[in-house]
């Protein structure tokens, strides 16, 4: 649990090889946030799972840092609301936009491959039905037929082999190898 009053929400910068996105909470008075930690930093994956924690924050009431809401919207100062309801709630509309957006962006990536593949079928679905002769598309080519007669050949033949060698196997009588002789008396001339 962590007590909101004072909270906000700062930007760090990435590291020149590091994949993550980072973002830290501290407190304006510079108290500790938690424990022993002025500030908490917290990495995700991707910016779309920062911008839902911070949208998450922003429900909860923890605002981004001043310098930074300044920075991003460029708004002269007195068009600042100093009402926090209005404030909370203008940020709330904002964050549900914003998911809005992303719902919409995911829905369109995931729906225009499908739709380009649906539209390239019907339209070879067309043609080929336009061709003529639906039947003469369904028959088999003369070098499938004698590729599929070949390895029919092939697998009688290998099915055949397997038997005989089954056969030779059940029918051959062997002896044991006898164990070595121990040399063990033999004397080296060296």
């Known amino acids: 649990m962590l007590p909101l009053d004072n909270l906000k929400l700062r930007d760090v ?15 304006t008075e510079q108290r500790n946030v938690y424990k022993d930690l002025r500030q908490i930093e917290l990495a995700c994956d991707s910016q779309e799972d ?60 995931d729906l225009m491959p499908k739709t380009i593949m649906h539209i390239m079928i019907n339209s070879l679905l067309a043609y080929l039905y336009s061709v003529g002769n639906q039947t003469s598309l369904m028959e088999e080519s003369a070098d499938q037929a004698q590729r599929r007669d070949e390895m029919l050949r092939m697998y009688q033949a290998l099915k055949e082999a ?10 051959t009588i062997s002896t044991p190898v006898p164990p070595p002789v121990a040399d063990g008396w033999v004397q080296d001339s060296r």
Do not use: C
């Open 13 to 27: 910068e990435k590291g020149f090889m590091s994949a993550k996105h980072v973002f830290a909470i501290f407190n």
């Open 50 to 109: 920062v911008d839902s924690w911070k949208a998450s924050f922003l429900r909860a009431g923890v605002y981004p840092e001043k310098d930074q809401v300044d920075n991003e919207e460029a708004a002269p100062a007195d068009t600042f609301s100093m009402d926090p309801q209005l404030e909370r709630q203008v940020e709330t509309i904002r964050n549900l936009v914003d998911s809005y957006i992303g719902i919409i962006n995911k829905s369109i990536r």
């Open 162 to 171: 397997l038997n005989i060698i089954g056969d030779i196997s059940t029918t």
